[in-house]
C-alpha cells in the first residue's frame, strides 16, 4: 500500500521560508515522477516542481529561483524547499507520486501521477 504523508506547511510573513516533507511509503517503482502540485481556493491545481527518477527536475516559472525539490532516497523523502515566500503561494500543498510514463515529468498531466498526499496548508502574510 502506498502512502504520502506531507508535513512542514504553516504560517509565515512574505519572504519567509518553509520546507516542506513528503515522506513515501511502499513506492518500489525504479522508474517515477514525483512532483509537488498547490491548490489555492477557487483556483484548479497546478503543478510546482517535479523530479524523475534520473534525477532531473523541473520547477514553474511562478517559483523559478525560490523553490527547490529534492528528494533524500535513503529517508523516501521528497521536499520543497521555499524561499522568498510571497502571498500569491497560500494554498494547500499536495506531493504526488507517479509510475512510468513516456511523457517527461514536466509534461505530465496531473490527472496522470498514481498516488497523492494528503496536503499540507502553506499561509504567506503580507
Known amino acids: 500500500q502506498v502512502q504520502l504523508v506531507e508535513s512542514g506547511g504553516g504560517s509565515v510573513q512574505a519572504g519567509g521560508s518553509l520546507r516542506l516533507s513528503c515522506v513515501i511509503s511502499g513506492f518500489t517503482e525504479r522508474t517515477y515522477c514525483m512532483g509537488w502540485f498547490r491548490q489555492a481556493p477557487g483556483k484548479d491545481r497546478e503543478g510546482v516542481a517535479t523530479l524523475d527518477s534520473g534525477g532531473r527536475t523541473t520547477s514553474a516559472d511562478s517559483v523559478k529561483g525560490r523553490f527547490t525539490i529534492s528528494k533524500d532516497n535513503a529517508k523516501n523523502t521528497l521536499y520543497l524547499q521555499m524561499n522568498s515566500l510571497k502571498p500569491e503561494d497560500t494554498a494547500m500543498y499536495y506531493c504526488?507520486?507517479?509510475?512510468?510514463?513516456?511523457?517527461?515529468?514536466?509534461?505530465?498531466?496531473?490527472?496522470?501521477?498514481?498516488?497523492w498526499g494528503q496536503g499540507t496548508q502553506v499561509t504567506v502574510s503580507s
Open positions: 504526488a507520486a507517479g509510475r512510468f510514463s513516456w511523457v517527461p515529468c514536466g509534461a505530465r498531466p496531473k490527472s496522470t501521477y498514481n498516488y
